[in-house]
């Protein structure tokens, strides 16, 4: 019985990528166009979830909150039926650029409760962590594209604000063009640190101990792409520019140092 | 044969005195083909624009060109000389081509590094040539000229920044938005500022503009001026969320937008940035507007800063422009004293071509009878001993006519080879 439930969950996790791909799609081309199809998918998504967390809640004969995982799971369905209501009550579809990914990686972590502790093969293990390594490079690159392109963009817009006519200024791009570049650049980085993630939290399952969610290298990790999203959502849903984003940007790349860091001083115990 | 350059421009003669003596593009022909016909000039050029008239001329050294330039401008303009007198200059010589590189490099303009004068100079250029009163010596100084004026443009950044409120305005909306092609201008008040900073937004790509006014019948007016659109004065806020650039220069005595109605403006354009330019006196912008997220407030005063700010930017590159033109006028006058060499050369080249005949000549009798292939190569071998025996001779000449002092010089070699060529100078 325990085992079907896990079987809708991780459903569930599947039709939910689809969400996430609208999410990433839509940072990075900044159209809507797939919003249709990835709210139907959110839907049956939910729908399947529901069905998990009703088949252990039956199970269990309580409300399946005993454990991290549980948790976060509920918490997740929590969190797609409450947009599932906003949006039926307001429209409201930028949400969706936020909550699809956030509600993704939740459900994705509930589903990892049964510990996996076999590789299908030595040649995958390796290829998924040097997934993981190049796409977190990848994405750190970007997102120091992103902050240094906000710290010019503070510069100048200071300068500009500010009524500085120094010719050394002159020099830096129009804000628009850096504007542009923040766009882009914290799309691609979002994007290669969301499926580093997902890969550095399947093969942290796969090769930590049975508390490898409870490790503070994880939980730092997690909580860097959790403001990565914050950052993205407010971008292109909230419409955060200029010095909010630029400050946004920098907070961002000092957390991801701070990722780095716990990655490379943080053995596991 | 020497260089001339006479005229007058915007630091020597009135305005009155410059519209008198300037020549009507459609008669600039035969003028520098009248002027060509004056005794003692070997070429003319005639440059006339709004803020200058100057001819330029080669000379007869026995010429004096000043006279009979100031001749031709009096006859033809119908003036009296001693009224025309105080408003030249004359430049002759070396001074002559400092000044040409001056004005093509727009040192000389009104407003420094603008780059309409080398345009009017080559115009003028091409009416000299089309009429044919140029010849090799100031053909190879007016394309000394453009060239100089071009190494002044690519090394310095004299043309750059702009000198004028309303380009300004154009370079600071570049500076926010990058490409102004589709941007979207609203012009509250229709004033001749106004007007003006707009056709330069709208020559710089930015094509929506939206005009209101007080009076709808001058919003009308301005507004066809631009193909624009026209909201009543009114209502004009509801267009204020489209807008990148809001130009105001309306007579409100007060102000007509406060950071309190531009608070859901912002909100609105979801932090996109929006250029205010307020040239109206009194402001029509609260100037606190400029401490929005995203909104950047100018008013006249930023502006004419701004162009201040240029001005310096731009004199402080004309120092540099100087030193280019000093160091292009050293090589112009090298160059035109290495070709006052040029008759000696061949005349050495054509003395020792004849030599080498009649040895030849006298030669052909004792050599035993020779193919062709043999005549030849003899004919290369002496024609090579010639040419590496002149080589000194001849660089030695090119020294001595680009060197101030090598008049003696010259006169010892002339005289060491017996040579007939003319003049040096």
């Given amino acids: 019985m325990q085992e079907m439930s896990v079987f809708w969950l991780r459903a569930a996790v599947v039709v939910y990528s689809l969400g996430l791909l609208h999410a990433i799609l839509t940072i990075l081309r900044r159209e809507e166009r797939f919003f249709p199809p990835a709210f139907t998918a959110f839907l049956v998504g939910a729908t399947l979830h529901g069905v998990s967390i009703t088949e252990r809640w039956i199970h269990k004969g309580r409300l399946p909150v005993d454990n991290f995982f549980e948790s976060i799971g509920l918490c997740a369905f929590l969190l797609a039926t409450s947009f599932l209501f906003l949006h039926w009550r307001y429209e409201f579809r930028s949400m969706g650029v936020f909550l699809f990914p956030l509600v993704f990686l939740m459900t994705m972590l509930g589903g990892m409760e049964a510990p996996v502790n076999v590789w299908s093969s030595t040649q995958v293990r390796g290829a998924v962590l040097l997934a993981h390594v190049s796409l977190v490079m990848l994405g750190y690159a970007a997102l120091l594209v992103t902050a240094l392109a906000s710290v010019f963009y503070l510069i100048e817009e200071r300068r500009l604000k500010q009524k500085i006519t120094s010719k050394l200024f002159l020099r830096l791009p129009p804000l628009s063009t850096l504007d542009g570049i923040i766009t882009r650049a914290m799309g691609a980085g979002f994007s290669l640190i969301t499926i580093a993630t997902i890969l550095g939290i399947a093969w942290a399952q796969r090769e930590g101990q049975r508390d490898w969610i409870t490790q503070p290298r994880i939980l730092i990790s997690l909580a860097t792409w959790a403001l990565c999203l914050l950052m993205v959502f407010l971008r292109t849903s909230v419409g955060w520019r200029g010095r909010k984003a630029a400050v946004m940007a920098l907070m961002i790349l000092g957390c991801s140092a701070l990722t780095w860091a716990a990655k490379v001083f943080l053995k596991p115990s | ?425």
């Fill in chain 2, 1 to 425: 044969m020497n260089f001339h350059v006479t005229g007058l421009n915007h630091t020597t003669a009135p305005v009155e005195v410059r519209e008198r003596l300037a020549f009507a593009p459609e008669r600039l022909a035969d003028a520098v083909a009248g002027l060509r016909n004056a005794e003692g000039l070997l070429e003319t050029m005639v440059l006339s624009t709004c803020n200058r008239v100057e001819i330029t001329a080669t000379a007869d050294d026995a010429c004096d060109a000043r006279d009979r330039i100031e001749t031709f401008l009096s006859v033809y303009h119908n003036v009296e000389r001693d009224w025309l007198r105080p408003y030249l200059y004359h430049f002759t010589g070396t001074d002559a081509i400092r000044h040409l590189f001056r004005v093509a490099a727009s040192l000389d303009s009104m407003v420094v590094g603008e780059p309409q004068i080398l345009g009017q100079l080559k115009s003028a250029y091409e009416t000299a040539r089309t009429a044919g009163t140029l010849s090799s010596t100031l053909e190879s100084i007016l394309t000394s000229a453009f060239r100089v004026a071009k190494r002044v443009r690519t090394e310095t950044e004299i043309g750059q920044s702009a000198v004028s409120v309303s380009y300004a305005a154009v370079e600071l909306a570049r500076q926010i938005f990058g490409s102004l092609d589709h941007r979207k201008v609203l012009l509250i008040g229709a004033g001749k500022m106004s007007e003006l900073a707009a056709r330069h937004l709208a020559r710089a790509g930015a094509s929506d503009i939206t005009v209101t006014n007080r009076s709808p019948a001058k919003a009308s007016s301005m507004a066809e001026i631009f193909n624009a659109r026209t909201v009543p004065y009114e209502s004009f806020h509801t267009a204020l969320n489209n807008s990148d650039v809001v130009i105001t220069s309306s007579g409100a005595p007060h102000f007509v937008l406060t950071c309190e109605s531009m608070r859901p403006v912002v909100h609105a354009r979801k932090g996109r940035p929006m250029f205010l330019i307020d040239i109206a006196v009194p402001r029509n912008i609260e100037p606190s507007v400029n401490s929005l997220d995203g909104i950047f407030l100018y008013d006249i005063d930023d502006m004419q800063k701004v162009v201040e700010s240029n001005m310096l930017v731009r004199q402080a590159e004309a120092e540099e422009a100087e030193r280019i033109i000093s160091e292009e006028v050293a090589r112009m006058m090298q160059r035109l004293q290495q070709r006052g060499a040029a008759p000696l050369i061949v005349s050495l080249q054509q003395q020792l071509e004849a030599t080498r005949l009649a040895e030849m000549e006298r030669m052909r009798a004792r050599l035993a009878p020779l193919t062709p292939e043999q005549r030849e190569l003899i004919d290369v071998l002496t024609r090579g001993i010639l040419n590496k025996i002149a080589h000194g001779p001849i660089s030695e000449l090119r020294r001595l006519a680009a060197s101030p002092d090598g008049a003696d010089g010259l006169e010892a070699l002339r005289r060491a080879f017996r040579l007939d060529g003319n003049d040096t100078k």
